[in-house]
């Protein structure tokens, strides 16, 4: 359930995000969250960036919480709950793997567990600049074909990551396109699935307490993210009125995004 | 089969399973996700006059599979947002039973107003929450406090109230036959038992909050001990919740007395189908059991009583 | 290695395991086994003025691994009779805290002196058992007769008076506090928590006398958190009980607040060599956890404090 | 732990004892015991009689409590928790029994076990009548040679069994001797045994309550009955003060026996 468990390693993956590497025997598959505890701090769900006997997790400079995560230095204590929530089903022969900022993070491992098994991986990333692109070196290094997008051009196009993502829908077929990064994005890259006639798979975030599909904080229409996502198939959840558009808050307001 | 249909407090039910407040009530669409999967009813995360965020994480410690300890601190959007969940839920013929807290007998009538004005068909006051300063546990544990509060609300609203008791109590029958003098129409029993996690390695309180509310299954004897308790002194029908899992789990708090149950950190183990185990299971369980109904178990491990004493007790 | 001597009330121990009342306490053959096995003393089974023969069987349900439920209803040879068992273990070299039980403060006062005068080092106040009517519960929920019966107690004998109090109240806090006014050397916390079983075949209440106490795993965090809140708000020592079994439960009492612990349950489930697995493994676990000794564990996971606001806490 | 079952089977054994078989899944070996519940009564330590997974208690007419067991008719229904306590080392190869009265009960079980793997078992059987005489025909059915005193002569010997087991141990050898019955009948036979250099085993019966070793009810000297016995090697018993003279009544004081 709930181990406390040393950061054994802490990897600088850009100005704004570090990796934090500990050991923790659960298994866990690609797509699922812990519950990371900073004592003294709040406790935030963080998708495994890795999802091995040694654990990580890739986590963004945000609010007060996630920068204190970012701080913590090897050696230091965390709490872990979980693995908890839905995973990507790696069976997939072509996949397209569309990552907005720290949303990469997440699709990293689904990625590697996928090519290890034969697939084929094309990722399109985008990021603000090019010292903010994540995993474009563990992917490639895993055999993935990386498509590279930045607000600033430093790297790859200039603009959204979207435009990269019509052009290879466009120039290639897929069985299968995974995403995860701004709801607003998410929207665009599965409704240009559509069009291409690709099914789409999103990994969405909520606030979320308990984690265990208890308290409703995590709701989203019908659904838990806690349980019943944070990987979800698009259709389930894209036309939801509560994607992309609102969110609820700690309270349980609906309030925008 | 059995027949398991209950009536309680002019509400009828098609079986005896509500869905617990705090559970998967705080959404709309959530209480309709219970009642789909098989309850007969939901009552709503306990809400109040403003929003509120709750305690900060962590929240929730679970021990394996004998129980839960929380401290949520009663986050909710508060009333004046609310109806709109509720409106999602009733329209989908959800029987609802709106839950609200306050800190003091006004609060709680100002918004028991607004709750009942959604069209809910019941309150429920939380009269219990043990962690929340100044919110249900120190009202709920004097007895002239419940009361006062039962009959404020009662006095602001035309549907029935219920009060939910704590058993971080002395003496749960006063708190109950508080409730009754008060005028609810039913009392619900039990709220979480405080509790509080420890983690040596970290050297701190596991919660954000430090004490919370234990649930689940290592608090099915306690509650059971203040349902049969309270069977014993009220004339008002009891509502039982604490650790129920199964149709035997139910089926022993109707033996101790209670007209109907909620069920609420089960849906953490099993997941909402819970709801459908449950009422499936139900009418056979108690078959085997010999029991021609479920209105035929409730209070009947108690002994005989002089039929003077207590109001008949019809059913289902 | 961490030093895990204790010094309680002036009493010097060379573990903080005791045995709890009411286990293995009511011969003096089994007191002194308990402190062969390795406990550090033993409490007594509470004793009161007459023999009481307890009620009838069945007296004890269990709960697999996680709980005991039981309705002993406090038998024991009365403190006519009890000196020739406290003689056994004194002889034997047991450091023995007896407990006693009465309906009053005057009752407590004499069988107290009594107990007193077999050479016990301290004595322990049963003001908490839930389910004997008339002694126990009734005065231990009232924190104005909490403070009358240790006003008494302390009045009448020269040794530490030790009040053993209820986890079924609003504010166990209030009752610590009342006991520690009227004189208290330490406080011991919790006694069992009210809670009742239903044999749903037999259709009846499993125990003999319906409403028992539950004990062991379950209980953990529920004496934690009493623990913790006396901890913070009392100047004298605490005893924590409730569902200890291994080392780090007992370190996560200390961390709550305990000075020293008893253990109860754990001796059904794994008999009384507990006590040495206990005092074998604490050593070592508290250096696993970087505590250098057990009184550094104390207290330690409260936030820090004004160091006025309470009396210094010194150890071992 | 705990299970209620219906009574299958009731056998009238003598004018004042009756089997109540059940059906109860767990294992137990011979010598064992368990606590019987009967509903709206109380519920009282017995051994059992059978050990297999059709189980059986033997209960003579004592106190209220046990007439009402004697009572229970087929298809009510009983509580039982257990098996508890200790059991027969049943390897021994030649076997002396010696049961007084109900004690009988205990031993039958353990001579049949025994006998299933190849030991040779004589019984001498004690009661106050021929025909209180309990299990006379399942041990000799099972093989075992037996021997009977009545205090009236109507069986057997004329007096208590002691005499026949002297008489035993003088003409025959054992490896051990088996005693359940009044306790200071289980002295006289250990004394006689003592002499003849063979090592008796008692099976004791004291006042119970919790039956887990907890709540001291049952103590006999340093030792619990319910968990250390009630089968004890008889050196370590027969010599306490508490044995044969005393026992503890249910509010622990020591009373006579
Ligand atoms: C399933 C899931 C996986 C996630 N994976 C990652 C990841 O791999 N890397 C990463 O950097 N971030 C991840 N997040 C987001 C992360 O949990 C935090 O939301 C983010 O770090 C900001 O937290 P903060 O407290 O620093 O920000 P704040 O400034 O305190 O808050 C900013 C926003 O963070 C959100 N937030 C705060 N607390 C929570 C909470 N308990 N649950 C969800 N959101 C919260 C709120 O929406 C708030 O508006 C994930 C979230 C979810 C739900
Ligand atoms: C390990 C063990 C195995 C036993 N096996 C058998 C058996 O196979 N057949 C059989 O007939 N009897 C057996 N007994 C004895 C049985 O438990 C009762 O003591 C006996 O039936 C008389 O009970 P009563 O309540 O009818 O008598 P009462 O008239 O109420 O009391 C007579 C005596 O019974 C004893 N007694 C009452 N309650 C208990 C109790 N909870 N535990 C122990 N003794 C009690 C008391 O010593 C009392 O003096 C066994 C006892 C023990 C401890
Ligand atoms: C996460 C959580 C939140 C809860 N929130 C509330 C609440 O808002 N209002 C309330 O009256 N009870 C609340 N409760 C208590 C439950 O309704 C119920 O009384 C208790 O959990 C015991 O039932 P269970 O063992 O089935 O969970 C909450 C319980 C849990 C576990
Ligand atoms: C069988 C039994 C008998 C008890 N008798 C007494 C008693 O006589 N006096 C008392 O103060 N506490 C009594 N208690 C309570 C224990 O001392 C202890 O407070 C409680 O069981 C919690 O600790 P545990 O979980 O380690 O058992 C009894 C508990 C049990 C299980
Ligand atoms: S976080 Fe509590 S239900 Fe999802
Ligand atoms: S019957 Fe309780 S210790 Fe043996």
């Known amino acids: ?257 | 089969m059995a027949a398991v249909e209950v009536e309680l407090a002019g509400i009828r039910l098609r079986n005896p399973f509500l869905l617990a407040s705090g559970i998967w009530g705080e959404s709309g669409e959530s209480l309709k996700g219970a009642y789909a999967a098989g309850a007969a009813g939901a009552v709503t995360k306990s809400i109040g006059a403003e929003p509120r965020a709750g305690y900060p994480n962590p929240t929730v410690e679970s021990y394996g599979t004998w129980g839960m300890l929380n401290a949520m601190g009663l986050p909710n959007p508060g009333i004046g947002e609310y109806p709109r969940e509720i409106g999602i839920a009733r329209d989908a013929g959800v029987p609802l039973i709106g839950s609200v807290f306050a800190g003091d007998a006004e609060g709680f009538a100002e918004v028991a107003r607004q709750m009942a004005e959604t069209g809910v068909q019941a309150l429920e006051l939380n009269l219990s929450c043990p962690h929340a300063k100044g919110l249900g546990s120190e009202v709920g544990s004097d007895p002239a406090e419940v009361e006062r509060v039962v009959r404020a609300v009662v006095g602001a609203v035309q549907i029935p109230v219920f009060a939910k008791i704590t058993p971080n109590t002395a003496d749960p029958v006063a708190l109950g036959l508080a409730a009754e003098r008060g005028g609810a129409a039913a009392v619900t029993a039990i709220n979480t038992v405080r509790a509080l996690a420890i983690d040596a390695r970290l050297r701190r309180a596991v919660l954000a909050h430090g004490l919370g509310g234990l649930s689940g299954p290592a608090i099915k004897p306690v509650g059971l001990a203040v349902v049969w308790q309270l069977y014993e002194k009220l004339r008002i029908p009891v509502i039982g919740v604490g650790g129920i899992s199964t149709a035997d789990d139910a089926i022993e708090y109707a033996l101790a007395g209670a007209r109907a149950v909620q069920v609420g950190t089960a849906v953490a183990f099993d997941g909402v189908r819970v709801f459908g185990n449950l009422s499936r299971q139900l009418p056979a369980r108690l078959d085997a059991l010999g029991f021609p109904s479920w209105a035929f178990a409730v209070g009947a491990a108690h002994p005989p009583r002089e039929p003077s004493s207590r109001s008949p007790r019809g059913g289902p």
């Not at chain 1, 963004?60 to 995560?69: D, N, Q, V």
């Not at chain 1, 969405?204 to 838990?224: I, Q, S, W």
């Open chain 1, 1 to 257: 359930m709930r181990t406390v468990v040393p950061v054994v390693e802490r990897i600088v993956e850009t100005p704004s995000t570090v990796t934090l590497r500990f050991d923790e025997a659960s298994r866990a598959r690609p797509g699922q969250f812990v519950m990371v505890w900073v004592p003294g701090d709040d406790e935030l769900p963080m998708s495994l960036s890795y999802v091995g006997a040694r654990k990580g997790v890739t986590v963004k400079a945000m609010g007060a919480t996630s920068r204190g995560i970012l701080e913590i230095s090897v050696g230091a204590p965390i709490g872990i709950r979980g693995p908890y929530g839905t995973a990507f089903d790696v069976g997939a022969r072509r996949i397209l793997l569309v990552g907005g900022g720290s949303g990469t993070a997440v699709l990293a491992p689904a990625a590697e567990a996928a090519m290890a098994r034969g697939s084929r991986v094309t990722a399109a990333l985008g990021a603000t600049t090019a010292t903010e692109m994540l995993f474009e070196g563990r992917l490639r290094t895993a055999g993935a074909t990386v498509e590279l997008a930045t607000d600033d051009g430093t790297a790859g196009e200039r603009g959204y990551v979207t435009g990269v993502v019509e052009r290879l829908l466009r120039s290639d077929r897929y069985d299968v396109v995974w995403t995860c990064g701004p709801e607003v994005m998410m929207q665009k890259v599965a409704a240009a699935a559509d069009l291409a006639g690709v099914p789409v798979v999103f990994s969405v975030e909520r606030h979320m307490k308990c984690a265990v599909g208890m308290c409703d904080a995590c709701t989203l229409g019908p659904y838990h993210v806690c349980v019943d996502g944070p990987v979800f198939p698009a259709d389930r959840i894209a036309a939801l009125p509560e994607f992309a558009h609102r969110k609820r808050d700690p309270s349980g307001r609906l309030v925008p995004t």
